[in-house]
């Protein structure tokens, strides 16, 4: 499997992903499963993190997309890993689960949101599913998992700095505010 190897003995233990990084690591996590050979019918994404890449993956594959939502990071800056918890059921638009199931994700850091995630769609889907495996986009070294599928392999265990993750350090008001202050400046 190809992937990009990117070493912790960098500046610092963050790492930065622009909005042209993400979609493009999307794109090379579609072309890498292809040429894997291997045919899904279903794509299983855990919301947050995975419900943009399931979503365009679903697209380009034309297959169903099923949404397990999950929760496991909160406290301030939204950077304190707990328990993890998950919906009571999978959001989806057809009647069974498929066989051949994609389960995707953002990233996998210690393995245990994926590894339980697994554990959660074998009991509660277990008698459909045939065959699942797993994709994501950023691979930690430090994970118990190792997904079948992944673009980036990071070598130790930096904070991943996502395009969108300022929404989740902004309030409604200073969003307004903002949104605001650029009306008024000239172009």
């Not at 419900?51 to 397990?68: E, T």
Request: hydrophobic residues 40%; aromatic residues 10%.
């Amino acid at each position: 499997m190809g992937y990009i190897a990117i070493g912790c003995g960098t500046m610092s233990d963050d790492y930065y992903v622009t909005w042209d990084d993400y979609h493009r690591d999307i794109e090379r996590l579609a072309v890498q499963i292809h040429e894997s050979g291997w045919e899904f019918n279903q794509i299983v994404c855990l919301a947050k993190g995975g419900l943009r890449i399931g979503d365009i993956l679903c697209r380009l594959y034309d297959v169903p997309l099923a949404i397990l939502s999950t929760a496991s990071y909160g406290g301030q800056d939204n950077r304190m890993r707990g328990a993890i918890t998950f919906s009571r059921d999978l959001s989806m638009t057809t009647p069974n689960l498929g066989s051949r199931v994609l389960l995707v994700d953002d990233l996998v850091d210690s393995g245990q949101s994926l590894r339980r995630a697994i554990a959660w769609l074998e009991h509660k889907y277990g008698f459909y599913i045939d065959e699942l495996r797993t994709a994501v986009l950023w691979h930690k070294a430090c994970s118990e998992v190792k997904p079948d599928y992944h673009v980036v392999y990071l070598d130790g265990n930096p904070w991943i700095h996502q395009p969108f993750e300022k929404y989740e350090l902004m309030s409604l008001p200073e969003l307004v505010a903002q949104r605001q202050a650029q009306a008024e400046t000239p172009v």
